[in-house]
């Protein structure tokens, strides 16, 4: 059984840096504390005067934006530390050891986030990050874009009704 090693102490999962993924946890918690930061301080503003629906969908997007990098953050701390054993124990608990024995390398890609154990004969199969993880971003990431945007188009339009009425009070 040939398998594919890593030729550098960085490099692991068959194409996964254990550096750029420190820097992508690091970066994701700061993201996450800092958004979870900028929804307590806009509920916390908002609690003088009435909580509008522009509130609620931006809320939405905050949480929803934060879930999915939870979600993605959760899957590379499987791979985190994958060596050649931990690679082997993942392919073996993924398809068993019959299965496993004819893996002969890994593949490894970030979008969407996954580790797979090749197999003699062209084939292929996921291992290590669970299954849950890129099916929870697909739904994820959309909810954010729409209650994003749905805010912004909001936020515009009560912008546009505020400086029509002025115009209005001023004429």
Same mark, same amino acid.
């Given at each position: 059984?040939?398998?594919?090693?890593?030729?550098?102490?960085?490099?692991?999962?068959?194409?996964?840096?254990?550096?750029?993924? !420190?820097?992508?946890?690091?970066?994701?918690?700061?993201?996450?504390?800092?958004?979870?930061? @900028?929804?307590?301080?806009?509920?916390?503003?908002?609690?003088?005067?009435?909580?509008?629906?522009?509130?609620?969908?931006?809320?939405?997007?905050?949480?929803?934006?934060?879930?999915?990098?939870?979600?993605?953050?959760?899957?590379?701390?499987?791979?985190?530390?994958?060596?050649?054993?931990?690679?082997?124990?993942?392919? &073996?608990?993924?398809?068993?050891?019959?299965?496993?024995?004819?893996?002969?390398?890994?593949?490894?890609? @970030?979008?969407?986030?996954?580790?797979?154990?090749?197999?003699?004969?062209?084939?292929? @199969?996921?291992?290590?990050?669970?299954?849950?993880?890129?099916?929870?971003?697909?739904?994820?990431?959309?909810?954010? !874009?729409?209650?994003?945007? &749905?805010?912004?188009?909001?936020?515009?339009?009560?912008?546009?009704?505020?400086?029509?009425?002025?115009?209005?009070?001023?004429?």
């Amino acid at each position: 059984m040939s398998q594919h090693l890593s030729t550098q102490a960085s490099d692991t999962a068959g194409g996964f840096n254990s550096i750029a993924l !420190l820097f992508i946890l690091l970066i994701g918690a700061v993201v996450v504390i800092s958004l979870i930061g @900028y929804l307590g301080s806009s509920v916390a503003r908002r609690e003088q005067g009435r909580p509008g629906h522009r509130l609620w969908l931006r809320a939405g997007c905050v949480v929803s934006v934060c879930a999915a990098i939870c979600v993605y953050l959760w899957g590379t701390l499987h791979v985190l530390f994958m060596e050649d054993l931990n690679m082997r124990r993942a392919c &073996v608990a993924a398809g068993g050891e019959a299965k496993a024995s004819k893996v002969d390398g890994y593949e490894s890609s @970030y979008v969407p986030l996954r580790f797979t154990c090749r197999v003699d004969g062209g084939g292929s @199969y996921s291992a290590a990050i669970p299954a849950w993880v890129n099916p929870a971003l697909g739904g994820l990431v959309p909810l954010a !874009l729409v209650t994003g945007v &749905v805010s912004g188009v909001t936020r515009d339009d009560l912008k546009r009704r505020k400086t029509s009425s002025e115009r209005k009070g001023n004429t």
